[in-house]
């Protein structure tokens, strides 16, 4: 079998047309296969009439009417057209779309509703909404601020006024002042996108499973699973709540090209702006986008989908990432990311498939060389391009990786680990997975899809089944969801965050229990309807008391000290007076007080990164002299000191001391610097204000 395939690669001549066969092994990847040509995972099309030219060709689909519909059928079939979606029912079409904006309403409705509980967002002042975010959402409010001032200055500033939220009896929020508003203009959209997102939810559960209960029980699995979902709800303006709704729109897209005999300029060129939407908030899109490649290229090796396929994904990827380096201003990071040097290696893996298939070894080894070839050909690449460039700009996440496996520890790895949301998976994360049986349904989807596939290598590998492949397992899209949802449980085990790529997942990987292809043999003897809903009123137990214990979370934000803090640099340091301390902190006093800061919450950038290092040397032990100079060399006139930082620890080895032991051994030992400024700042600070959490130190110039 290995020696015939190599011969007719060999002696590929052009030959007569031949009827394809109805299926072939998912051996080697699929033939080099032109877009328009059945791929090895679709029976070829009945011969249809003679065209016009009287050249024989499948049957055209009757065009849609017109008129009929109106305006927005005539939209939706345009949209089908360009996309190469499948005809359905115009009922079924406008249902399906009907349900989803339904679903959007709703979860929108459900997030507003949690964070006016929480924050008695309606009520607060400018300043206050201001305030009630905090770390890398104030760094993205600050910037839409200076936007608009920009915009006021050259009169293009348009003003809108919109309800963010309503309260109890309450009338439209009034004193969101439109767009001019940061706070109010980020919770608004962000809330918009992410009611958008679940109505996506409902048609990728709808595409992927065949079946509009299989939308249902993705969007009531997100609900019942909401607090391992999102955080959305407690801190909109997240990069993550930017970037994730056109993430899901990207895997939907991607499954749809998975799934499509023929694709289609408008899915390439829709696949190309959910990707640079997708990258151009966020700093960790770029590995979400690693293991989605790196699944499809182990999709590719195994056979479950053609070369011509996924050389396409990979050009539409490097688009997209060229784009985003253009848009970003020439974010170096981006072409020396793993990402990139992934994208350019299975680029090469592919051009290289004639002298691949030349080699002679068994089908498995040939798959291994691939995935070793693909493995240290992206990190040998990866190591040179940032050599070449000077680049360290994510030298961090590659030493957090390696801090998961190994005892590496430095400044900048314990600074996350030590946060929990950087830390591993805690330990209940799977328990309440069981609870709401979210875990048990994806774990049969899960084995059903593996027994399949593993039928499927068995055959190859024994040589069993050379040109036979198993009917009612023809679609990769299966494969690449089964191995996306392995690549994001490693994700989400490894830092805990990450849980956002895995929970969602999760709820999509569900839907597949109403999958024919995968439960025929059950729903021929039990209704589908009829086991979803009783999988659906068992998973509604815990669901519905995980949601009633979120809708009876009531708060309202107060934090005096920060106010006082921010009033007093308001109206008693001048314009240009540059800021230094914790990064929580100084994006409040950027977006609040409008005044330079030397560091914030942006923690990518290498620069930052050091000008960080050297800020939080005043929670070490080195002296106050040193740290001083640095200070000077910076051009700080103040340093907001935070005693609760000197002390504070999330767990043994994280408090800021202990963590600069590990950096500056030579020093361990001795007295916090900070508790020593706490006491008596001088003679080389002066304390210019001072309440019960901050201590405005003035830096005294020689």
Request: contains cysteine; positive net charge.
């Amino acid at each position: 079998m290995v020696l015939q395939a190599r011969n007719k690669h060999r002696e590929a001549a052009p030959k007569p047309p031949q009827p394809p066969r109805a299926s072939q092994s998912p051996l080697r990847g699929a033939p080099d296969a032109g877009a328009g040509e059945p791929g090895p995972e679709r029976a070829p099309r009945s011969p249809g009439r003679k065209g016009a030219a009287g050249r024989k060709g499948p049957r055209a689909e009757p065009a849609a009417p017109s008129a009929g519909g109106g305006l927005g059928g005539r939209l939706v079939a345009g949209l089908r057209g360009a996309l190469g979606l499948r005809r359905a029912g115009r009922g079924r079409t406008w249902t399906t779309l009907l349900l989803a904006a339904f679903a959007a309403v709703l979860h929108w409705s459900h997030i507003t509703h949690l964070f006016e509980n929480d924050r008695h967002f309606s009520h607060l002042s400018t300043l206050e909404r201001e305030m009630a975010f905090r770390t890398e959402m104030v760094i993205l409010a600050s910037w839409y601020r200076i936007y608009t001032k920009i915009m006021d200055l050259i009169g293009l500033q348009t003003k809108i006024c919109w309800t963010v939220t309503r309260g109890e009896g309450l009338s439209p929020i009034e004193s969101c002042e439109g767009l001019g508003d940061p706070a109010c203009f980020y919770v608004a959209v962000i809330f918009i996108l992410n009611g958008l997102m679940m109505a996506l939810f409902f048609i990728y559960g709808t595409y992927l499973s065949g079946s509009r209960l299989g939308g249902l029980v993705t969007v009531l699995c997100f609900f019942f699973n909401h607090g391992e979902c999102t955080r959305v709800m407690w801190t909109p303006p997240l990069r993550e709540s930017f970037s994730y709704p056109f993430l899901v729109l990207q895997m939907l897209l991607v499954t749809h090209i998975l799934r499509a005999t023929k694709l289609y300029r408008g899915s390439l060129i829709a696949l190309c702006i959910s990707n640079v939407f997708f990258m151009l908030p966020w700093q960790f899109a770029q590995f979400v986008l690693l293991t989605q490649i790196s699944s499809l290229f182990a999709v590719y090796v195994v056979g479950y989908i053609d070369i011509c396929k996924l050389r396409k994904i990979i050009y539409i990827h490097m688009i997209s990432l060229a784009l985003c380096f253009v848009l970003m201003f020439g974010n170096s990071m981006l072409l020396t990311s793993y990402y990139a040097s992934s994208l350019v290696i299975i680029w090469g893996i592919l051009e290289m498939k004639p002298r691949f298939l030349k080699i002679n070894v068994s089908e498995l080894s040939l798959w291994v060389i691939q995935g070793c070839f693909w493995l240290f050909g992206t990190v040998v690449l990866k190591y040179l391009t940032s050599k070449i460039f000077g680049i360290a700009d994510d030298a961090h996440i590659g030493n957090l990786l390696t801090s998961k496996f190994f005892s590496y520890k430095d400044f900048d790895t314990l600074l996350y680990t030590c946060a929990a949301e950087f830390d591993f998976m805690e330990k209940e994360t799977p328990l309440r997975y069981t609870k709401t049986l979210l875990l048990p349904v994806v774990l049969v989807v899960f084995i059903a899809i593996v027994k399949k596939i593993i039928s499927d290598m068995w055959g190859v590998l024994t040589k069993q089944q050379t040109h036979i492949r198993k009917h009612q397992f023809d679609h990769g899209e299966l494969v690449y969801h089964a191995l996306q949802l392995l690549a994001y449980t490693v994700l989400g085990i490894l830092i805990m965050r990450l849980k956002l790529f895995l929970t969602p997942h999760m709820c999509v990987m569900a839907s597949l229990i109403c999958s024919r292809q995968l439960f025929g043999w059950l729903f021929c003897k039990v209704h589908p309807g009829a086991v979803v809903f009783a999988i659906l009123a068992a998973m509604s137990i815990q669901g519905s008391a995980n949601l009633q214990t979120q809708w009876n979370i009531v708060g309202e934000f107060s934090n005096l000290p920060q106010e006082e803090l921010i009033e007093w640099i308001k109206y008693s340091t001048k314009p240009d007076a540059v800021f230094a301390g914790a990064m929580p902190t100084m994006a409040s006093v950027k977006l609040s007080a409008l005044r330079p800061v030397v560091n914030h919450p942006h923690y990518e950038d290498a620069g930052l990164r050091a000008r960080t290092k050297i800020v939080y040397s005043m929670y070490s032990r080195k002296a106050a002299e040193e740290v001083k100079r640095e200070l000077i060399k910076l051009q700080v006139n103040y340093y907001i000191l935070e005693e609760s930082w000197c002390i504070r620890r999330s767990k043994p080895g994280c408090s800021m001391p202990e963590i600069w032991d590990v950096e500056d051994p030579a020093n361990a030992g001795k007295p916090p610097l900070c508790n020593l400024l706490v006491k008596d700042s001088k003679p080389h600070f002066a304390t210019v204000f001072q309440n019960s959490v901050y201590k405005v130190l003035e830096v005294i110039e020689e």
